[in-house]
């Protein structure tokens, strides 16, 4: 099966930057798409950002737009997701996520593998 592990997060200060990792193991050529989501203390895990595996396009929740970036390195089955201009309301716990059929990859619910997690703390 698909085994999916993200890294990169960390503390960083309103306004700064960090790139999360999701590492694809396993079985990788069998998904659809991979999506970055994220869920704070007392809200509901929320899509951020997914890619299509089939031809790159890319999908960004309004609240982070024009601020965060995917991307893709298929020789390393690696899914990146920049992050710019953080702010306090970006702190969570960020998961990366993969649906096996075509589905809204923003939505979490539609998902069937996901990894452990990474924690992103915007603090000044």
């Known amino acids: 099966q698909l085994q999916l592990v993200e890294s990169g997060g960390g503390l960083v200060q309103p306004g700064g930057s960090l790139r999360l990792s999701c590492a694809a193991s396993?079985?990788?050529?069998?998904?659809?798409?991979i999506g970055w989501f994220r869920q704070a203390p007392g809200k509901e895990r929320e899509g951020v950002s997914c890619?299509?595996?089939?031809?790159?396009?890319?999908y960004y929740a309004d609240s982070v737009k024009g601020r965060f970036t995917i991307s893709r390195d298929n020789a390393k089955n690696t899914v990146y997701l920049q992050m710019n201009s953080l702010k306090p309301d970006d702190t969570g716990v960020y998961y990366c996520?993969?649906?096996?059929?075509?589905?809204?990859?923003?939505?979490?619910?539609?998902?069937?593998?996901w990894g452990k997690g990474t924690l992103v703390t915007v603090s000044s």
């Open positions: 396993g079985f990788t050529l069998d998904y659809y798409a």
């Open positions: 996520a993969a649906p096996l059929r075509a589905r809204p990859c923003l939505n979490y619910l539609g998902m069937d593998y």
């Open positions: 890619i299509f595996r089939s031809d790159g396009t890319t």
